[in-house]
C-alpha cells in the first residue's frame, strides 16, 4: 500500500519539491506548486499524499503544513534523533520509526516515571510517528529497510559507524537504490576520527565538550546540567540540517550524507579527575560491571533491571564511585576502549579545545578578524558529503558592508550613499 500510494503521487507531480527535485534552473517555481507534493490537492488517503496517512488536505487549506508528503525513515533511538524526527513530524512528514521487535526503543523502559505501563522519557519525543518493528540482523528485515528507504525521502540513523554499513545499510548502500536519499547520521563523535567506534550518550558529550566542567560553583565539582542538553541541541542541528538537506537536492536533484554529532550516565570522581559512564541497557550495565570487576552487583537482584537500579540509585552509586576511585583517569579510559559503552572524560576548556576528536571533527575554525587578528571559534557540528563548510568570513565589525549592501542588493548609486552617509542614516565602518 504505502510502495503503490508512493508510486502513484511520483507519478502525478513528476517527483515534487521532495521526491525527484529537479534543479531549480530548470524546473522554476513549477515544482513548489505541484498539488500532491505539496497542496494535496489530487491526495486521498488511499494514495499516500498526506502525513501520518490521513492524506494531504485540500488546496488553500490553512492546516497545510510545510513537509506534507514527505517520507521520514526514522532508524534512532533514545532522544536526540527521535527529538529531531518529532519536530519534522510536527511539520507534516510522515515519520516511519523502525524498532527492534519486543523491546523497541531503549527508552521504553527508562522510568520511572510512568504514564502507566508507557516511559514518559519515551513519550515525549515520539509523537506523530508510525512505528514498525524490524530484526534488522535478519537478512528479510534489512531487505525491507532498503525497500522503505527506497520510497522515503530522507533516512536518520543513530548506530555506531560502520554497523549499518555491515547490514548492508550504510550510506553507501542506499544511494545506489535511492540516490535521491537525504541520508542523516547521529553520532558521539562523528564518522571519522580516533574516537569513532565509542558509543555517546548526552553527558558523554556533555563531559568531553567542558560543559560539566563550567557548569557549578567554581571550586565544587563538575555539574550535569538537568536535562539533556547536547542531545536536544544535536536533535535541532539535525532537524535544521535535514531542512538544508531537502532543499539541497531541490537545487541539484542528488541526495547527500549529513554527519551530526554530539561531541542517561553518571559522572564518577577517579583517582585523579572525573570520568563520565553511560549504561543506557540491562546488557551496558552488565558490561560495566564486568569492567569494574563487580559482577556479583549485575548478579544482584536489586539491579536486574533500569527501574530498579533507579528505586535503589543511591546505594548503587556507592558501590561504583568507591571502585572508580581507586584508578586514574586514564586507566579507566583504556579499561573502557572498545566496550561498547558509553564514556569520556570531564575535559577543561584546554583539554576540549586540544582534544584530537574537534580537531579531526573541524570543530574549531581559525579566521582572520580585521581588528582582533587571528582567531578561533567553535565551528558547527554538522557534515554535508556534497559541500563542505569552509573559508569561514570573521565576525563583521558594526556597518563594515553597509556600502556593499545597498549597491549589491538595493542598486544604490554612489551619490545617494553618501548622501545616506552624510546625513547619518547609515554608516559604514572603514576596515584598515
Known amino acids: 500500500m504505502l510502495r503503490a500510494g508512493l508510486g502513484r503521487r511520483s507519478r502525478l507531480c513528476g517527483g515534487g519539491l521532495w521526491r525527484s527535485p529537479r534543479p531549480a534552473a530548470a524546473s522554476g517555481s513549477a515544482s513548489l506548486r505541484c498539488p500532491s507534493a505539496l497542496s494535496g490537492a489530487t491526495a486521498s488517503p488511499r494514495n499516500g499524499g498526506g502525513a501520518r496517512g490521513e492524506g494531504a488536505p485540500p488546496a488553500g487549506a490553512s492546516n497545510v503544513k510545510p513537509l506534507d508528503a514527505v517520507k521520514i525513515l526514522d532508524l534512532t533511538r533514545v532522544l536526540a534523533g527521535p527529538f529531531a524526527t518529532m519536530i519534522l513530524g510536527d511539520l507534516g512528514a510522515e515519520v516511519i520509526k523502525v524498532e527492534r521487535p519486543g523491546a523497541g526503543d531503549d527508552t521504553r523502559a527508562w522510568g520511572p516515571p510512568f504514564a502507566g505501563t508507557e516511559s514518559v522519557y519515551f513519550l515525549s519525543v515520539n509523537r506523530n510517528k508510525k512505528s514498525i518493528a524490524i530484526n534488522m540482523k535478519d537478512s528479510k528485515g534489512a531487505k525491507l529497510i532498503r525497500e522503505l528507504a527506497a520510497v522515503s525521502d530522507v533516512f536518520v540513523e543513530n548506530y555506531v559507524p ?248 538595493l542598486g544604490y548609486e554612489d551619490d545617494a550613499i553618501e548622501e545616506l552617509l552624510r546625513t547619518g542614516a547609515v554608516a559604514q565602518h572603514e576596515v584598515r
Not at 553527558?203 to 542531545?231: F, K, N, Q, Y
Not at 538537506?245 to 554527519?259: F, M, Y
Not at 551530526?260 to 564518577?268: D, G, P, R, V
Request: proline residues 6%; hydrophobic residues 35%.
Open 162 to 409: 560502520g554497523k549499518l554499513a555491515e547490514m548492508g545499510l550504510g550510506y553507501e548502500d542506499i544511494k545506489k537504490i535511492a540516490p535521491h536519499i537525504v541520508y542523516c547520521s547521529i553520532t558521539g563523535y562523528g564518522q571519522t576520527g580516533p574516537m569513532v567506534q565509542r558509543g555517546g550518550y548526552d553527558s558523554i558529550a556533555a563531559a568531553v565538550s567542558g560543559l560539566m566542567h563550567i557548569t557549578g560553583h567554581e571550586d565544587g565539582e563538575p555539574v550535569r546540567p538537568g536535562v539533556a542538553m547536547t542531545d536536544l541541541a544535536t536533535g535541532l542541528y539535525t532537524y535544521g540540517a535535514i531542512m538544508a538537506g531537502l532543499l539541497q537536492r531541490h537545487k541539484t536533484g542528488k541526495g547527500l550524507h549529513i554527519d551530526c554529532n554530539l561531541l542517561s550516565s553518571q559522572a564518577f570522581k577517579t583517582k585523579d579527575g572525573y570520568i563520565v559512564v553511560g549504561a543506557g541497557n540491562d546488557q551496558q550495565f552488565v558490561t560495566v560491571c564486568k569492567i569494574l570487576n563487580l559482577p556479583e552487583v549485575s548478579k544482584d537482584s536489586r539491579y536486574k533491571t533500569n527501574t530498579l537500579r533507579v528505586q535503589n540509585r543511591k546505594e548503587l552509586i556507592d558501590i561504583l564511585s568507591t571502585r572508580f576511585s581507586e584508578k586514574a583517569t586514564i586507566e579507566w579510559l583504556q579499561l573502557f576502549e572498545g566496550s561498547g559503552v558509553p564514556y569520556g572524560p570531564i575535559n577543561n576548556m584546554q583539554q576540549v579545545f586540544s582534544d584530537p576528536q574537534v580537531l579531526h571533527n573541524g570543530l574549531v575554525m581559525e579566521m582572520n578578524h580585521p581588528t582582533a587578528g587571528k582567531i578561533a571559534v567553535p565551528g558547527p557540528g554538522v557534515r554535508y558529503s556534497e559541500f563542505a563548510v569552509s573559508h569561514p568570513k570573521p565576525p563583521p565589525l558594526v556597518g563594515q558592508h553597509t556600502v556593499e549592501i545597498l549597491k549589491g542588493m
